[in-house]
């Protein structure tokens, strides 16, 4: 069996997939408006090697909304500005790294979103959203245990810190 894996680009807000080395989809989502990072409350998306520690809403009706990882009722297709429940499937995620172990604590999921419109943009709440039907192809790829990593955006040279300049003595 070729091992799966799922690499988050921030900076493109892409999800490729891969089976061994072969690519075998691409998806648009959103990670955190906040950016990335590891603090509590953050609202921030953890970067670094996570991976698949639970999976819940297998069979689940597309547009299922989940509260605390229990069905509650169906979305009804309108997106509202100032709601993001957390819909279709949940790929509950755990840190693999000093950096991300707080992770599962911090109930990061990949998920389904009520704002399919913005995937492409930096949007959640931390988590990594998909579209509805994306969620549903990526929940049936990866198993528990499977990898997800999620890439920084590549630092600019111009943005990079070089330190003091070399002086002569």
Known sequence: ??????????????????????????????????????????????????????????GAPLGTIFKDRAAVGLWDGRERENESPILTRILWLEGTEPSNQNTHERFIYLHGTSHESKLGTPNSQGCIAFANDDIIKVFNALQVGDVVKVVPPKLKASQARLGPPNRAP
Do not use: H, W
């Open 1 to 58: 069996m070729k091992p799966k894996i799922l690499i988050i680009d921030v900076e493109q807000q892409k999800a490729r997939f891969y089976e061994g080395k072969r690519l075998k989809e691409v998806f648009n989502i959103s990670t955190a408006k906040n950016g990335l990072g590891s603090i509590e409350g953050s609202n921030c998306t953890p970067a670094g090697i996570l991976r698949v520690a639970e999976k819940i809403g297998a």
